[in-house]
């Protein structure tokens, strides 16, 4: 069985929305650091394996991470 791992769902993330400056605090909650942004206002994006904790789907106040 695949091991889940997190899915950015770009239509619902809205980072300004999620804090004032525009840094995603789901990759702040990233224990891993796979998941990254490059600018503020930017939505996140994987830069490697996600290990599948599932600390980014909790910290995401919009909901724009799921575990797939």
């Not at 899915?7 to 909650?29: H, L, N, Q, W, Y």
């Not at 503020?40 to 980014?56: H, M, V, Y």
Request: aromatic share 8%; charged share 25%; net charge positive.
């Amino acid at each position: 069985m695949a091991k889940p791992f997190a899915m950015v769902i770009f239509e619902k993330c809205k980072p300004f929305e999620c804090s004032p400056d525009g840094k995603c605090p789901a990759t702040k909650a990233c224990e891993y650091k796979v998941l990254r942004q490059e600018e503020p206002g930017e939505p996140p994006f994987q830069i490697g394996l996600c290990k599948g904790c599932g600390n980014c789907v909790t910290a995401c106040p919009l909901k724009a991470i799921k575990l797939g």
